[in-house]
């Protein structure tokens, strides 16, 4: 009796394999989408790829697009009147003409306190005028397949070729947090540009703080608010070993909190009722195969290691069942590498996971043609002797 052993096959890609789990909490917001970024898979969503206004959300692409547009962060910008205007009522850094500060400040200030003149001086700076940049700011929602995206300003103004959806912000986030200086920017509370004697903070701060809420466990976030799209926070969690990506919109705007209270109650629920639970001990034999004209008679394929997948706290292990599809006999034409079959992890008929297993090694076969022939020759022997038997009998 040999093994087989199984090699893992990840059905927990990126908008691959997902598990959507029924509510069991309330919130305010319209939209939502939260990632398990350990596996990657979606674990909650609600209204997740319906079309909204995304408010400062925006601003994820337009970081983004600046970082890669321009190789030096620390080029200087000048900044100019054009840069200012038309800002009237959205969140400012309080730059002035004639300041000097560097695009990584920029950057700063467009992703802590949601500077609107941080942003337009990124456009100016990047793409000479915001027409041209925010041309580029939909070459990369296409290019990302953000078919649900569409931009017509950096900085998240409500207009009706602005929009985006929850899933859609999601995926940029998770595309822009593979950029070195945007998770270091997305994941700081607090900046300074020494050279204006400005201290930057995190909208979170101002969101969280006088409402007494514990941020402790957010990583990195990026707030929004308009009347049209309602509080919005795009955000990270790191809880008990497991990391999360968060992005809510359309929180209720009686209370500014609403938002990060949204978050919380999220990271809360599944934080506290899901967890890493283990469906498959190492050594379980799931399927032992008859070996035709084998030297061994049965192959056994047999887990070789543990898989613990993200499910509810609770789990009934007996309610675990192991299906296996694939080839029910092994024979002489099946070689090492080939494919076997897949094992299902089975929960009560719901489909957690599943793998391929595979020949690990050459197989030694009796050979068959040779029997036949041992066999013919001694039923020739046997006829022959019979013969001569019968012809003496005669004599």
Known sequence: MKRIKLLLLSLLLAFGF??????????????AVLYNLNDPQIIY??????????????????AIVAIEENPDLNES?????????????????????????????????????????????????TSGNVNAFVLLMNNKAKELGLSNTSF???????????????????????????????????TTRNYSIDSLGLNLKSTLYGYANPFGLDISKITGAKSGFTYAAGYCLASTATINNVD???????????????????????YNYYSSNYSYQTVLEEDVVLKTLPVKWGKVKTYDIVSNEEIQLYLKNGL??????????GTEEITSDIKKGDKLGVIKVLLEQ??????????????????????IGLLCLVSFIFLVLKKSKKKRKKH
């Not at 598990?19 to 917001?29: G, L, N, R």
């Not at 912000?169 to 593979?178: D, R, S, T």
Request: hydrophobic share 35%; aromatic share 10%.
């Open 18 to 31: 997902t598990t959507v789990y029924a509510d069991e909490f309330e919130i305010t917001s319209d939209y």
């Open 45 to 62: 969503e609600k209204n997740s790829e319906e079309k909204t206004s995304i408010a400062s959300l925006t601003k994820i692409m337009t």
């Open 77 to 125: 910008v000048t900044i100019k009147n054009k840069m200012l205007e038309g800002l009237t009522g959205y969140s400012i850094v309080g730059l002035k003409s004639g300041n000097v500060v560097t695009v990584k400040d920029l950057l700063y200030g467009a992703l802590l306190p949601s500077g609107a003149d941080a942003v337009n001086a990124l456009a100016f700076h």
């Open 152 to 186: 017509q300003n950096p900085i998240g103004m409500d207009h009706d070729d602005n929009y985006s959806t929850a899933k859609d912000v999601a995926k940029l986030l998770q595309y822009a947090l593979e950029n070195k200086t945007f998770k270091e920017i997305f």
């Open 244 to 266: 999360y990506l968060l992005v809510n919109i359309g929180s209720d705007t009686s209370s500014k909190a609403n938002a990060v209270k949204d978050s919380l109650t999220i």
């Open 316 to 325: 009934d292990k007996d309610k675990i069942i192991y299906e296996y599809e």
């Open 350 to 371: 719901t489909k957690l996971t599943e793998f391929n297993v595979f020949l690990e090694s050459d197989i030694e076969y009796h050979q068959p043609l040779l029997y």
